[in-house]
């Protein structure tokens, strides 16, 4: 006993060590992840260094916002978000890699640099958008010295002085990243010959016939393929089977909970009454929030904007009407006309926003009464918009909101200038604050309405629901490894397949929103089936991994499947050039190859090497190369083609007119050359970097 006593802590020590090891290792094992390196905040490497989801998604929102504001769009479509997600990646992927390259190379960008990319006497073209004047393309010095007045005078903490600073740190990491690319253009060089060639290939003209037999004469069933015909098609391609990101490719199928037909006759009941309350309705927008699925607020249209079956009515009806239910897409619709006016197609106008956080909203609007008495009485609207104004943007031009069209500001905002004269002065309230707006301009006139819509949506009962959702269990709990399609097939289920699916994919064929699909076939292996039945939208769907494609050199197992009609065309290519081939033995002309081979003599004119399809059929590389290659008058060797082999026999070439202004060819070809370097060294550089990306796990 006392020997344990005082060996008792090393035995706990060690225990527990032991623990956490084994611990370490099992996660490990399932998650691929290593507890060596803190990787919880980890969403990517690139050269090693660390790519943070903290630091990713703070940048995904701001660039989201972006999105919203300029589409106009409160949510976006997983494809947006998709979209989003992938453009921010890249370009943190990319900022990282050219830190690292310009760092190598010493390359800056200093003070004096910045101060002349916004102050110098030829400024960043993103400093002459954001301050320039349409009329001369130059900058507005006066608008551009008030703002940076009211920069200077802002608080460190001011979100406008955050946006400034943001904005001069992307204009010195652009030029950085053109200081580099300039160096990569610079090393770049087209030569005279290079620049003839390229003249004759796109002007040097060929005339021939050839003779073909296609891949498609010969049915599959007359073929064998071999272990060995896969293993030569591949080792001749192998270059093509590289895959720069993991895929994986899944079956799955798709429960369709759609409403059945007692719930259709329940929702347009419950529609029927909707409206016949809606027409008795005195209060049509109160009346959409309560019981409408989509919530839009009511705004004027201009005809044409509705859909069909309310334009066509809607613009000689009387204040009152009310339409529906009709069936309109998965919804049954009732609509109602709120308003017909006639009024300005665009407006011409200028705002003080005034802020009420902070102050109070009835503050504010006596704030703004207050401003709007001072330019009754003569002040300036452009120095009290620079004073007061919460809109810093507009308040920069001097208040200026452009000219736009009626339905692009928020709904009370348009309803009160758009019914307002030029020359008024209107104090509006709306979700951003209080508005001082001055009409300075109309232009047009129209007949717009107004137009209240309720939907009622065609959604499943939750009996109905409950039914499918329990077929999708019982589907699930009779699957093995080994059965899932022998159980789709006696439950008499399509099958679908979403083949080399990237881990960030927002959607799958047939399912929009199918991101907790893609993430547990990321955490699954090969031939699991998903542990839970996955409900998007109307389908109750299970899904089944099939394979995974690792990042790099694909196996030929991996791409076995995906080469098979390849090779089938290379074995019966074998097979058609054999009888070609005896066709061509002791022939002097294609037309009597033609004739032995039982084909057709096909003459083709004006082709050039630039563009190598033959009319007809698709493009045809090997074959064009080897017509111009080749000597007039005399027949070629049997070429393997995309569709077919080929014999063929020049009858002449037309030679262009003798190149006379080699600079400018020259100039034509490096412009495309600079064109594509900037991208492709990107490429290059991203995959020396060996960009590590673990997205799937956390998006």
Not at 230 to 239: I, M, P, S
Not at 437 to 459: F, M, N, Q, R
Not at 630 to 657: E, R, T, W, Y
Request: zero cysteines.
């Amino acid at each position: 006993m006392g020997f344990l006593r005082e060996r008792m802590g090393k035995i706990l020590a060690i225990s527990i060590g032991i623990a956490l090891f084994a611990f370490i290792v099992g996660e490990v094992g399932k998650s691929g992840s290593s507890f060596f390196r803190d990787d919880r905040n980890m969403l990517g490497e690139v050269g090693g260094e660390k790519l943070e989801y903290d630091k990713f998604n703070k940048l995904y929102e701001q660039q989201s916002n972006q999105f919203r504001q300029q589409s106009q769009q409160a949510t976006l479509t997983p494809q947006i978000a998709a979209y989003v997600q992938e453009s921010t990646w890249n370009s943190m992927v990319s900022q990282m890699i050219l830190k690292k390259e310009v760092d190598k190379l010493g390359l800056a960008v200093g003070d004096d640099e910045v101060n002349n990319m916004v102050n110098g006497n030829n400024p960043d073209p993103q400093i002459v958008q954001a301050f320039g004047n349409p009329q001369t393309g130059k900058i507005d010095v006066t608008r551009f010295n008030n703002f940076k007045a009211q920069l200077n005078a802002s608080k460190a903490n001011d979100p406008i002085r955050q946006q400034w600073n943001d904005f001069i740190e992307a204009l010195g990491t652009n030029k950085l990243s053109q200081k580099y690319l300039s160096i990569v253009s610079n090393g770049l060089y087209v030569n005279s010959l290079e620049a003839k060639e390229n003249y004759q290939a796109k002007n040097k003209l060929v005339n021939f016939k050839y003779v073909t037999l296609d891949y498609a004469s010969v049915p599959d069933n007359k073929i064998t393929l071999t272990d060995a015909d896969y293993q030569a098609y591949y080792d001749e391609h192998k270059n093509e089977f590289k895959t720069p990101q993991e895929l994986r490719t899944f079956d799955y199928v798709s429960f369709n909970a759609a409403p059945s037909k007692d719930d259709t006759a329940a929702i347009k009941k419950q529609a029927d009454k909707l409206a016949a309350d809606f027409k008795a309705s005195t209060n049509d927008s109160l009346f959409v929030q309560i019981n409408s699925e989509d919530k839009a607020p009511l705004k004027f249209v201009h005809k044409g904007q509705l859909e069909p079956k309310l334009d066509s009515v809607m613009f000689t009806a009387a204040k009152g009407f009310t339409y529906g239910p009709y069936l309109s897409g998965n919804s049954y619709k009732i609509a109602k006309l709120v308003d017909a006016v006639v009024g300005p197609d665009s407006i011409k106008a200028r705002h003080i926003l005034i802020d009420p956080t902070g102050i109070g909203l009835e503050k504010a609007k006596a704030k703004a009464d207050s401003i709007k008495k001072l330019i009754q009485g003569g002040k300036s609207f452009a120095e009290m918009s620079t004073q007061f104004s919460a809109d810093k943007a507009a308040a920069a031009k001097g208040g200026d909101l452009g000219t736009f069209a009626r339905g692009l500001m928020v709904p009370e905002f348009d309803d009160q200038i758009f019914t307002a004269k030029k020359g008024d002065l209107k104090v509006i309230t709306t979700q951003f604050g209080v508005h001082i707006v001055d009409i300075e301009d109309e232009k047009g006139s129209s007949k717009v309405v107004k137009v209240a819509v309720v939907d009622v949506p065609l959604k499943a009962s939750s009996a109905t629901q409950t039914a499918v959702y329990s077929k999708a269990q019982t589907f699930l709990a009779n699957l093995n490894k080994d059965n899932f399609d022998a159980e789709a097939k006696k439950e008499k289920l399509a099958v679908k397949t979403a083949t080399d699916v990237t881990g960030v994919a927002a959607t799958i064929p047939g399912v929009e929103s199918a991101r907790d699909i893609v993430k547990w076939a990321y955490t699954a292996e090969p031939g699991d089936f998903s542990e839970k039945v996955f409900i998007t939208g109307d389908q109750y769907i299970v899904a089944h991994l099939l394979n995974v494609k690792p990042k790099g050199q694909l196996s030929l197992e991996a791409v076995k499947k995906q080469i098979e009609p390849m090779v089938k065309n290379m074995v019966k290519g074998k097979q058609l050039t054999e009888k070609l081939q005896a066709a061509l033995n002791g022939s002097g002309n294609i037309d009597q190859v033609a004739q032995k081979s039982g084909a057709k003599v096909v003459p083709v004119q004006n082709i050039v090497f630039a563009n190598p399809i033959i009319p007809g059929r698709t493009a045809e590389y090997k074959v064009i190369g080897s017509v111009f290659g080749s000597q007039p008058n005399k027949l070629s060797k049997v070429i393997d083609g995309q569709q077919g082999v080929f014999v063929f026999s020049v009858d002449s070439f037309i030679n262009p007119a003798p190149l006379t202004n080699t600079v400018k060819e020259k100039e034509t070809l490096a412009q495309g050359l600079l064109q594509r370097s900037q991208s492709q060294v990107f490429d290059a550089l991203k995959d020396k970097a060996n960009v590590k990306d673990y997205r799937a796990k956390f998006l």
